[in-house]
């Protein structure tokens, strides 16, 4: 089997792939540059998996969220139920933990929590992917899956795992990302359709 490499090096600047990725198409791409957020419009693709790559906030200690529109991007109010599991670890060494964190838990029409405590120093960011399933079905909720990287503003690593829903039967049409507070300093976002 021969071996498949990136000529572009990055994955932030990928523009075609030397390799067949089956039904998964980059539909999408947004670049922050001191972006209060970022919007996408979503399609009729069964699987929507979005890619954070190094998003920096311009606040300490916020949190990116994210919420779904129903009416193209008029209102950003959609009812998700959501929970938020973390393992972290301390820059020192004497801190870790596994749990459960019902704090961070979510019912409700407002932003929900992909990644907490964002710090922005230059070595604070985050990266990792969101799944969300079938968002253009007018029969059923709309799931979706977390998984980050993030280094906090407190100095520690922590992994966020959260799963959730969008209690919705109406088709979703759009999804948007944003701080808590301030704006996206930098970072990319990339949205992969799969059939």
Known sequence: MALTKLNNKAVANVTTL?????????????????SASIEFSLGNYKEYVFYFVNIHPSGNNVDLTMN????????YNVSKITTFAQAYHNEAGNDTALEYNASHDMV???????????GNDNDQTIAGSMKL????????????????????????HN?????????????LTNIKFQMSSGNIDAGKILMFGIN
């Open 18 to 34: 030397p390799v067949a990725l089956g039904d998964m198409v980059l539909v999408s791409s947004a670049t922050a540059s001191s």
């Open 68 to 75: 779904f529109s129903i009416d193209s991007g008029s209102n």
């Open 133 to 156: 399933f079938n968002p253009s079905s007018d029969t059923f909720v709309k799931h979706f899956i977390i998984n980050n990287s993030n280094y906090s503003h407190n100095d520690y």
């Open 108 to 118: 409700g029409t407002g932003f929900a929590i992909i990644a907490k405590g964002m």
């Open 159 to 171: 992994n966020f795992l959260i799963a959730g829903y969008a209690n919705t039967t109406s088709a």
